[in-house]
């Protein structure tokens, strides 16, 4: 505990230089919160440090069991960090809904209980978004060194490709090594967001703000309405394009920027079903919306139904219309989307793609063994013997994540939500996505939940960036013997 301590010390520390970004911000255009983000910043680094002196004696190499105890404890403590530049610049924001923004930023969920963003300071802004990008690759390093030792599916299939592979007996420098390679990919993918919406005639400052939700998949915007606000097809476009990249497998990007071939995404059967699903579904709601004269024509209703589509099934959550007021089937597939569509070692959230193909191909074998008793089947996806024991445990998996599902959305009803945006609610909140919720026109904004169901949908983001299992493994007795 003292070694994970110190740790958590040094990651507080580190996490107070975040706060550059704003501070230019604020000194460049003069919104007057420099001092108040210095003064987060001082408080940051204060209880970081602290912490890590008071516990230094209890350094040590950590062990695998700690990395969960990590990552919690780590999302926990940063989200409250990051929350107090907002209760120190958001007059009458109270500590529930500081801290729901700020894991809904370090989680890229997206979703906000703040209004009035065109008019927000700009380095508050530029905060929000900064926690999206900062999230998104913590979560990458995330699913490459602490994940796999959950053994519930996924970063197997890359263990043999991703540069400096992942390592199950310990956290060894390699994954630093690979960190550092994903920290490039990552940055070079976000600049060229920023400069391809630059060039589609962003601001500067708004092509960096989304340029960061769309590489981190979160949905947090500069403006009410989100992507609608601008009205551009091209900025649809370039975004539609960075979401794409962001919910595919980063050591896929690694692998292709070091051959400089796109082969790498033709092997990968995630890229295959993920493509193959979403031109189905984007194909398949701007049908149902001309059905419903919603728009004019087809090319118009395929634009729309291109952005929303891929934004809320990549688990990203920026809007260039209010779907809600679309036929009821297409919210609730692209919901439903957003639990299977984003692939391992992306930035998104869900369920994930491989444990979605390794569902299918078991019940596919149980099938066929049906038939075929005596038949020898392995499970393999894209060629790939699974090892043994990894369908059992993302079954174990999936139980879990929808028992959380129902028994959250059970405590969202008991506190008076109707079914309808309770369930659509805790989903959202514990797939990482910023869906729609409440009347038509509300575009994803939670600002009238009460304190509770705020923490609430709190928990179910925390739950759902790590895993599920990551968090309820602790409360497990035998996690703490020795």
Not at 155 to 182: C, F, N, S
Request: glycine share 10%.
């Amino acid at each position: 505990m003292l070694a994970v301590a110190h740790v958590l010390g040094w990651l507080l520390a580190t996490f107070a230089l975040t706060y550059t970004l704003p501070v230019g911000c604020a000194l460049l255009l003069r919104d007057g919160l420099t001092g108040r983000f210095l003064l987060a910043a001082a408080i940051t680094a204060a209880v970081g440090l602290l912490l890590a002196t008071v516990t230094a004696h209890g350094r040590r190499e950590l062990k695998p069991r700690d990395g969960f105890l990590l990552v919690t404890l780590g999302w926990v403590l940063l989200s409250a960090a990051a929350a107090v530049p907002l209760l120190l610049a958001v007059p009458g924001l109270g500590f529930s809904a500081a801290f729901f923004e700020a894991m809904s930023g370090l989680t890229t969920t997206g979703s906000t209980v703040l209004t009035g963003l065109d008019a927000l300071p700009p380095s508050l802004n530029l905060w929000r978004h900064t926690l999206h990008w900062i999230g998104g690759l913590g979560i990458i390093v995330m699913a490459l060194a602490v994940l796999p030792l959950l053994g519930v599916g996924g970063m197997q299939l890359y263990k043999g490709q991703a540069p400096g592979a992942v390592k199950d007996e310990r956290l060894a420098p390699r994954i630093r090594e690979t960190a550092r390679q994903l920290w490039v990919v990552y940055t070079l993918i976000t600049v060229a967001g920023i400069v391809a919406l630059r060039i589609c005639r962003m601001s500067w400052f708004d092509a960096i703000c989304h340029a960061f939700s769309a590489v981190g998949l979160g949905g947090f915007s500069t403006h009410d309405r989100s992507i609608a606000w601008f009205d551009s097809p091209a900025i649809e476009l370039v975004l539609t394009a960075l979401m794409l990249v962001a919910a595919l497998n980063f050591a896929r990007h690694i692998v292709a920027l070091r051959r400089l071939s796109l082969g790498t995404y033709r092997q990968d059967p995630e890229a295959r079903a993920i493509f193959a699903i979403l031109a189905l579904s984007v194909i398949g709601v701007a049908t149902l919306l001309m059905a419903h004269g919603v728009y004019p024509d087809f090319l118009v209703a395929l634009r729309h139904a291109s952005f929303n589509v891929v934004s809320q099934a990549t688990t990203s959550g920026l809007t260039s219309q209010d779907y809600q007021q679309w036929p009821v089937f297409a919210p609730w597939w692209m919901l439903f989307l957003s639990c299977i569509v984003c692939s391992t070692g992306s930035t998104g959230g869900g369920i994930k793609m491989f444990r979605t193909l390794l569902l299918a191909r078991q019940a596919g074998r149980e099938m066929q063994l049906l038939i075929h008793p005596a038949a020898v089947a392995p499970l393999r996806i894209g060629g790939r013997p699974i090892p043994a024991g990894v369908g059992s445990s993302v079954l174990a998996f999936i139980f879990v994540y929808f028992m959380t599902v129902a028994l959250l959305t059970f405590a969202m009803l008991l506190t008076g939500m109707g079914f309808g945006d309770a369930a659509a609610a805790v989903v959202a909140s514990i797939n990482n996505t910023a869906h729609g919720f409440g009347a038509p026109g509300g575009v994803h904004n939670f600002h009238s939940l009460s304190s509770v169901q705020m923490w609430i949908c709190t928990s179910a983001m925390l739950l759902g960036r790590l895993e599920v299992f990551s968090v309820i493994v602790l409360f497990r007795p035998a996690y703490w013997r020795r």
